[in-house]
């Protein structure tokens, strides 16, 4: 089951933004899972999220990088691809929307991964009104002005011949393109300037501009929170290396951490994230 998501023309640098037809007085957040081919520790604190999601009945919204990778069109029936779509498919089946925003790593999920998981797939940014207040959800990537070289990138690499070829390589051989360039994103992380990974104060009030009263996004890893004016912001961690997320409900919204057979707990909230200029 998927509540309907319809294209607008509003966009956020360069990003589409979709829109959430109907408001979900409650919600699940989280970004940056980064699932590896092996499924791993990962995986089962992914179905733990996907639990606490079935138990309460609560839409689950996934911010991109679901996945370490995902390039081909095929991968969604083998492996820990095909396992996750599966999870996802189970929320379904009991009534309970999810929602998968395209990443840095994963934007080559398409239709096929939509079918099998049966939640919707959103090539961008989705505009929600969630516990009563109107919400923007990013990825995060499109906020990080300052890293020129990635943007640069992200223009031919999301380019439809570039796609196109892409989704169709064999299975095999996308997962090893993409390790690849994940060994050399890494290095060039390492060793760059760690300050232009930031998002800059300009892209975040491009954002608040939309009209949204909350911005949620991910991608830089750094768990934080502020307020950029009178728009109030939350930055979800990696959540392979904690799994943290976010609960929204009409008393407010809140920092979770998931734990085995669907449990929640609360966390304590981070500080505001640097805003590079």
């Known amino acids: 089951m998927t509540a309907a998501v319809a294209p607008t023309a509003v966009t956020v640098l360069g990003t589409p933004v ?36 079935r138990a309460a009945r609560t839409p689950l919204f996934l911010l991109g990088d679901v996945f370490d ?10 492996g820990v691809w095909r396992d996750v779509a599966a999870l996802l498919a189970t929320l379904a089946a009991d009534g309970v929307p999810a929602h998968v925003l395209h990443g ?3 934007f080559l999920l398409g239709p096929e ?14 505009r929600a009104r969630l516990g009563g207040v109107d919400t923007l959800l990013l990825h995060g990537d499109e906020l990080c002005q300052n890293d020129l070289p990635y943007q640069r990138a992200k223009r031919w690499l999301r380019h439809p011949l ?46 608040f501009a ?15 929170s502020g307020w950029r004016g009178d728009g109030a912001y939350r930055v979800l961690p990696a959540f392979d290396a904690d799994p943290v997320g976010i609960a929204i409900d009409p008393a407010g919204w809140r920092a979770v951490r998931f734990h085995r057979g669907g449990r929640i707990e609360p966390v304590v909230d981070p500080g505001p994230c640097p805003l590079a200029e």
């Open 18 to 53: 979709a829109q959430l037809a109907a408001p979900c007085a409650r919600a699940l957040l989280v970004s940056d899972l980064h699932i590896p081919a092996d499924g791993g520790d990962v995986l089962a604190a992914f179905g733990d999220a996907v639990a606490a999601a």
């Open 69 to 78: 990778s995902y390039v081909a069109r095929g991968q969604v029936r083998v």
């Open 104 to 106: 840095n790593r994963d």
């Open 113 to 126: 991964f939509a079918a099998a998981s049966r939640a919707s797939v959103v090539a961008g940014g989705l």
């Open 162 to 207: 570039t796609r196109a070829l892409a989704r169709s390589l064999p299975v095999g051989l996308a997962v090893r393109v993409a390790a690849r360039a994940r060994r050399r994103s890494a290095m060039v992380i390492a060793a760059g300037d760690q300050a232009r990974f930031l998002p800059t104060a300009a892209a975040v009030d491009a954002a």
């Open 210 to 224: 939309t009209g949204v009263a909350r911005l949620v996004f991910g991608h830089i890893h750094r768990f934080s």
